[in-house]
């Protein structure tokens, strides 16, 4: 595995008053991993997906992503990653064309650069035939391939997908995973978040958070023998049945 660290973080916590939604994480992520950050609902995963955006500042603690620091570079941390989240962050009203543009235009690329990369884009993903029409009237699982295309169109270090196959079915998923192994292979970094854990299965490591304390951290393989569990599902019952919160 590539050794070049792209997130640190030490003891990064987010409090609200009295709460604290994360509590002191610690981790690094590796250039080209697919890492999965996994919980229930309520267990810190949106809390600190958001801070390692630059979208939230930390209460305490320290991270640099992408070699960028938390406090002093979010928006350089910002033009050095992609982000897609279960709603898409599609444009419904405008093309397929003209979504491509926009993103691109937003993320900085020079406009041969983004001939370029549109053409390419709209050949890989076969969508020839509809790249004049509104992204509304595509069905679901091309919408996401579409969005997860978009998000890495600038090439950044670091993909974060926030639950990005909620809601399609399981060949869709399927597909979609086929796309991130694609990128992973190109050096950008997966971190992914997400409720199936036949996913986590995909990931080459997996950090697990209970009630916004990272309670495991590890290979799919190590954890299942760790808790001597046959799949990820056993794992997670196995850490989460202590959970006290309820809501994110």
């Not at 070699?67 to 405008?94: A, P, R």
Request: with cysteine; net charge neutral; glycine share 8%.
């Amino acid at each position: 595995m590539p050794n070049e660290t792209v997130i640190k973080t030490d003891k990064l916590t987010k409090r609200f008053g009295d709460f604290i939604a994360a509590n002191e994480l610690s981790f690094e992520v590796f250039s080209g991993e697919i890492f999965g950050f996994l919980g229930a609902n309520g267990a810190g995963k949106t809390t600190a997906m958001k801070m390692l955006c630059g979208l939230s500042k930390p209460s305490s603690g320290t991270a640099k992503i992408a070699g960028f620091d938390i406090y002093k570079e979010t928006e350089k941390i910002k033009k050095n990653i992609g982000y897609m989240s279960q709603k898409f962050s599609l444009y419904e009203d405008l093309t397929v064309m003209e979504n491509i543009r926009f993103f691109g235009g937003i993320y900085g690329l020079t406009d041969q650069k983004l001939k370029i990369k549109s053409e390419e884009l709209i050949e890989t993903l076969g969508l020839q035939n509809e790249a004049k029409k509104l992204v509304a009237s595509l069905p679901l699982g091309w919408k996401q391939k579409l969005a997860f295309s978009v998000a890495i169109l600038h090439e950044p270090k670091i993909v974060f997908l926030d639950e990005p196959t909620g809601g399609v079915d399981p060949v869709t998923r399927r597909q979609f995973w086929d796309l991130i192994y694609t990128a992973a292979e190109k050096g950008i970094t997966i971190f992914v978040t997400t409720h199936y854990m036949d996913e986590a299965e995909y990931c080459n490591r997996i950090s697990m958070m209970v009630d916004g304390v990272i309670k495991a951290l590890d290979t799919p393989q190590n954890l299942k023998r760790q808790f001597s569990a046959v799949s990820m599902d056993e794992v997670f019952f196995e850490l989460a049945r202590g959970a006290k919160r309820k809501a994110d």
